[in-house]
C-alpha cells in the first residue's frame, strides 16, 4: 500500500515536519461526481503519480488553484475525508465541495535557468509565490515550477486540464497569460495541450504532466527569455 501514502512537509514549532497519510480513495472519488471515472482508474492514477511524481498530493482546486482550508488556509488532502494537512480539520464546506475538481499539486523537476538570461536575473531576483529558484554545483540556478492538473467533470472522456500558478507571468520577459496561439494558453492560466481529437481516455494525469506540460514549461521559460519561436516546433 506503500504508493497510497503522500507526504507533506509542514511547519510544527518552527521546524518541518513530514505529515504522512494514506489517500482516501472514495472521499476522492466522491469529488469528481464522474460516472465513468471509477475506484479502479483512480487507484492507478494516484500509484503512477506516486512512482513518478512522489511529492505531489491529490487535492481538491478552486479554479486553477488548491482549495484553500476554510479554517487556516492550508493546503486539503485526502486523509481521513477532505482534510487541512496543516490544521487537520476536516472540510465538510458544501460551498467548497461543490465547486472544486479533484487535482493534483506540485513542483516540476528542478529547469535550468542558466541560459534564460534576463528572465533567469528576474527570477533569481523575486521567485514567484510557491516557486523555488535554487542553485546546485551541477545544475547551476534551477526553478521549481508548481502546477496544478485537475479531472474534469467528464473526465475520462475529456483531457486532464493543467493550470500554472498566480505570479509566474509577471515575471519582466513573460508574455501577458492570456488565451494566444503563440504560447499556446487557453486562458486563466491553463495550457493548451492537445488538439483537437489527441486526448486518448486511457492517458493519465502523469502522462499528460510527463510528456506534455512539462514541455509546455520549458518552451513557455524560453519564450520568456526572448525566443519567440519556442512554441513553433511540432512537439
Ligand atoms: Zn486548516
Redesign the pocket.
Known amino acids: 500500500m506503500a504508493d497510497l501514502m503522500q507526504t507533506y512537509p509542514r511547519k510544527r514549532d518552527g521546524r518541518i515536519e513530514r505529515r504522512t497519510w494514506r489517500v482516501d480513495l472514495d472521499a476522492a472519488l466522491a469529488l469528481t461526481r464522474s460516472k465513468r471515472f471509477d475506484l479502479v482508474r483512480l487507484e492507478a492514477e494516484v500509484r503512477e503519480m506516486a512512482e513518478h511524481f512522489p511529492r505531489w498530493v491529490l487535492t481538491a482546486s478552486a479554479g486553477r488553484e488548491p482549495a484553500p482550508?476554510p479554517?487556516?488556509g492550508?493546503l486539503l488532502v485526502f486523509d481521513r475525508g477532505l482534510r487541512?494537512v496543516?490544521?487537520e480539520?476536516a472540510t465538510r464546506s458544501r460551498a467548497l465541495l461543490k465547486s472544486a475538481n479533484l487535482a493534483w499539486f506540485g513542483l516540476l523537476p528542478p529547469i535550468g535557468i542558466d541560459g534564460l538570461r534576463k528572465l533567469k536575473r528576474a527570477l533569481v531576483a523575486k521567485a514567484p509565490p510557491k516557486h523555488v529558484v535554487g542553485q546546485r554545483p551541477e545544475l547551476g540556478h534551477y526553478l521549481l515550477v508548481p502546477l496544478l492538473a485537475r479531472y474534469p467533470r467528464d473526465f475520462p472522456a475529456s483531457a486532464v486540464q493543467v493550470a500554472y500558478q498566480p505570479g509566474l507571468f509577471g515575471v519582466r520577459g513573460m508574455p501577458p497569460e492570456s488565451a494566444s496561439h503563440s504560447t499556446h494558453m487557453l486562458g486563466g492560466g491553463f495550457m493548451c495541450l492537445f488538439a483537437s481529437g489527441q486526448w486518448r481516455r486511457v492517458m493519465t494525469a502523469r502522462e499528460v504532466l510527463q510528456q506534455r506540460a512539462y514541455a509546455h514549461v520549458i518552451k513557455l521559460l524560453n519564450y520568456g527569455a526572448g525566443n519567440r519561436r519556442s512554441f513553433a516546433k511540432v512537439s
Open positions: 482550508c479554517s487556516c492550508g487541512c496543516e490544521c480539520r
